[in-house]
């Protein structure tokens, strides 16, 4: 199919669930002058949710109620790959994905599949907001999105239902999902789990039946999607800190004045700082609510065992996202 047929079909599909998913959008106040639509895939409890209902708020404060957005969530107007095709042709001005999707159009995002890049969130904030991770956002700007910044869905952890973990070894014989990601994937069979991809929709009901042992993920998620209802033992690898790209529609971008693009970065500012602190008290909150699961907090040795299991898993990253670009970000990173 041409480029161009698969805009018009895209854009097609896009109007019938628009006119839809309009009726269960989330709005504050009357319609502003200027409305940014802003999509994602996540629940309205997220993290990513509340961050675009300040996002709004900010926006209309700064402008006089001249800008806002208008919100919608769960996905009303298409998985995390079609929300970025649909920022790409203009149907949606703004969205945050996980990296994976985005590295499909921009292969510099692959970089953060790196197992143990970043120690804690203080570290990745420096090196997202440093001069590698402004380049990294940079590449998309020849893909039809313009990267605004990193927000945050969190470090992954490691959960089974089976026992507790604490080195590699402890992982033989477990089936584990992960993503449908080449890295994860080599990166958890060097571990020594027998590891395969899963939607995750699927996902609750596979770990319920016992299709798999185990699974990998960001705390906050494993809580909001009662995962510790089938899963009881969580160690706290960090293995992989996932940030969710905040992505605009260049168009949109630039149909604002000069001064309304000030207004328009310093909220997104506000914004990212706001998401990425609720993130963290969303880890906090939700280890403290499950009481029913033991979570393992491993020692530097213990979590060493498991970082020089993938060290040879940075070459199949460098193969994706570039050899040069791994480096500085390696060393950014130290």
């Known amino acids: 199919m041409s480029l161009t047929k698969a805009a018009h079909t895209l854009r097609a599909g896009f109007v019938a669930a628009f006119a839809s998913a309009a009726l269960f959008s989330t709005t504050v106040s009357a319609e502003p002058e200027i409305t940014f639509r802003a999509a994602h895939s996540s629940t309205p409890s997220s993290t990513g949710h509340k961050a675009f209902e300040f996002l709004d708020k900010e926006l209309r404060e700064k402008s006089g109620g001249r800008i806002g957005l208008e919100i919608f969530p769960n996905s009303q107007l298409g998985g995390e790959r079609e929300l970025v095709e649909n920022i790409q042709f203009g149907n949606v001005d703004l969205t945050f994905v996980s990296s994976a999707p985005v590295a499909s159009f921009a292969p510099q995002f692959f970089a953060f599949d790196v197992p143990f890049l970043f120690k804690d969130r203080p570290q990745a904030y420096a090196v997202l907001d440093g001069d590698v991770g402004k380049e990294i956002l940079a590449s998309l700007n020849d893909k039809g999105m313009v990267g605004l910044a990193y927000w945050e869905n969190g470090f992954r952890q490691l ?6 973990i604490r080195s590699p070894d402890d992982l ?7 993503m449908e990601n080449e890295v994860h994937i080599a990166a958890w069979r060097a571990e020594g789990a027998n590891p395969a991809p ?4 699927e996902l609750f009901t596979a770990l319920q039946q016992g299709t798999f042992d185990a699974q990998e993920g960001p705390i ?5 999607m009662k995962f510790n209802e089938v899963q009881k033992f969580i160690s706290k690898t960090n293995h992989i800190y996932s940030p969710w790209p905040l992505l605009a529609n260049p168009d949109k971008l630039a149909s604002l004045s000069a001064e309304d693009r000030a207004v328009f970065d310093e909220a997104v500012k506000a914004a990212t700082d706001y998401q990425r602190g609720l993130a963290k008290e969303a880890d906090d909150k939700a280890e403290a609510a499950m009481t029913d699961v033991t979570f393992t907090t491993l020692t530097p040795e213990e979590l060493k065992a498991f970082s020089d299991k993938v060290v040879p898993i940075v070459d199949l990253v460098k193969q994706k996202a570039g050899t040069d670009l791994v480096d500085r970000l390696l060393a950014a990173a130290k």
């Not at 033989?172 to 992960?178: E, P, Q, V, W, Y």
């Not at 899963?198 to 929709?201: E, Q, T």
């Not at 906050?220 to 909001?224: G, P, Q, V």
């Open 172 to 178: 033989a014989g477990l089936k584990m999902r992960t």
């Open 198 to 201: 899963l939607a995750f929709n």
């Open 159 to 164: 959960t089974n239902n089976k026992k507790e």
């Open 220 to 224: 906050n998620l494993f809580y909001d």
